[in-house]
């Protein structure tokens, strides 16, 4: 199983911008789908952008048109860009593999994310 970790999370105002990365331990190229996901504090863990193995990309309503998600396949890593920041994108913010994460398994310890004045 191809454990992943996170990095990039920070503070960052709101309007303001961040770019997590998710470097995996193995070849990406063949996963059928890898996502970021994030948790806020009380809430359940939710999925917020995705990327194929073919490259297609999907997003939250949430996110769309602020969030983007991209990869480069030759460093094994996953990008999310993340423009116009609000408050309420406060998160920890994970990467995983989608059936792993829908089997509850492979987490990492995540990037703490904080959009304030």
């Known amino acids: 199983q191809v454990q992943f970790v996170e990095s990039g999370g920070g503070l960052a105002q709101p309007g303001g911008s961040l770019r997590l990365s998710c470097v995996a331990s193995?070849?990406?190229?063949?996963?059928?789908?890898i996502a970021w996901f994030r948790q806020s504090p009380g809430k359940q863990r939710e999925s917020v952008a995705a990327?194929?193995?073919?490259?297609?990309?999907s997003y939250s309503m949430s996110v769309r048109g602020r969030f983007t998600v991209s990869r480069d396949i030759s460093k094994n890593t996953v990008y999310l860009q993340m423009n116009s920041l609000e408050p309420v994108d406060t998160a920890v913010y994970y990467c995983?593999?989608?059936?792993?994460?829908?089997?509850?398994?492979?987490w990492g310890q995540g990037t703490q994310v904080t959009v304030s004045s």
């Open positions: 990327i194929t193995g073919v490259g297609s990309t």
């Open positions: 995983n593999e989608w059936t792993a994460a829908k089997r509850n398994a492979g």
């Open positions: 193995g070849s990406i190229d063949r996963l059928p789908v």
